[in-house]
């Protein structure tokens, strides 16, 4: 049926309060605006009554269309959201630190906010949360009563960890319908971000939005070696291509109003399990804080850095990293391979780097903390992402934020950098693969001996900060807006 699915809003205390529904503790907090650690947004929680805003002089034709002066966005209203982010980190990388920027990016955006995640790191969202005090909106965070070890237990993919995952939808749905929260305007899920395993958060009742979200990305038959025997990948592959109809994804792509797709990958698979509307949305996301304030003019020294972040395992195709430097060294004897992190497969790349007789040229770092990897982004000349499957890279934003050229991978598995510029990113076909590795290094001199250095730094400048959070959190309010006005499936 299509219906309006707004319904009366969640008993809200004041602003600043801690409200107990039900014997379960929610913390409510309003948004800041200071910087939190990587790549934090900041603060959250409710209060306000839920109306559009006033028209600014002479924008009531706009008003009446539903779009911004600009002419292409409706103009958000204020909107009581259902935000499910699974694992939930303040200050993490990757999908560990969505929830906590989305939360607080769409109460910057002025929306009311009712952030719905694990205890597992209760303490630090509480302390970010406590700290960051705003008027523009609000979250209220409530835990749910999964296991809060189950991030200890395994990351995204294994068997054990999926299954905590799905076991924790059905308590969230049961918490979010005995907090009242299905009366609410929009149900968004944001982590994790797997389009395979679906969301239960479409029984809920408000219109679904799903994403951004991966799943779709397949490993190129070509690319294979770098994985060895992977019977994930496999499983994967399978999913993708046979079960994917029968999997979670079919329902949550037939009732969802958006699914917001990461990758070229994730929105065809959206499209061919027949959704009504696929945008298209990075995972990851800056603060305008982290964004250099201007574009590199030139490499920093006649002994240029090339820098390689992940971990070490074989979807992150580090040994292709250290086989393409190999190649840059012929061209320039001077330059050094940083490359940080730790993993499975980094014993194998050090001995990679030993049989091409790299020696010293390649530093292995080890896992550093988050200033550290600021520091080295902007030390370093060019950014290697090597990824052989990945929905996104939080590195390659990093590295775009301060206006660090990137040679990458061109397939649609590459984490979602088949949508980056082509301005400030040299995409490397994977085809022929015996000559992939010279043609990647090829690729990195091109960078470092480019004339137009400066204007490949902008143009990653440019594109981080499309994709702050604030501008992010715009973006989707607009989205919000077109699938209320148009009116969604309950």
Known sequence: ??????????????????????????????????????????????GGEDQPPAPPQGNESLLEEGLSEEGFEPMASKRTVVLWAFICHPVHGSEGGLGFNWAQALARAGHDVHLVTMPTFRAEIEEQLSAHQAV??????????????????GHKGRVSFNLDYLQWQKQALRESRRLGLDGADVAHHVSWGALLLGSRLDRLGPPLVFGPAGGGQLTGHELRGYLGLSLRDTVRTISVKQLSARLPAARTVARAGLIVAANAGTEALAQQLGARRVEHMLLEGV???????????????QDPIVLWVGRFLPRKGAPLAVEAFEHVRRAVPTARLVMVGDGQRQAQTQQRAKELGLGNAVEFTGKLDWPSVQRLYDEADVFLFTSIRDTSSAPGMEAAARGLPVVTLSHSGGGGCDHYPDAGVTKVSSMPIASLASRFGQAVVEVLTADDYEWRSKAMLDFAAENAWDAKARRMSGWYEQLLRAGARC
């Open 1 to 46: 049926m299509t219906a309006d699915c707004r319904g009366p809003r969640p008993d809200i205390n004041a602003r600043g309060a801690v409200i107990e529904h039900n014997g379960n503790r929610g913390m409510t907090f309003d948004p800041g605006d200071e910087e939190v650690l990587r790549p934090a947004g900041t603060g959250a929680a409710p």
């Open 136 to 153: 523009e909106g609000s979250v209220t965070v409530h835990f749910t009563k999964a296991k809060d070890n189950a991030f200890a237990r």
């Open 287 to 301: 603060n305008e804080s982290q964004l250099a304030p201007a574009a590199r003019r030139s490499p920093h020294s």
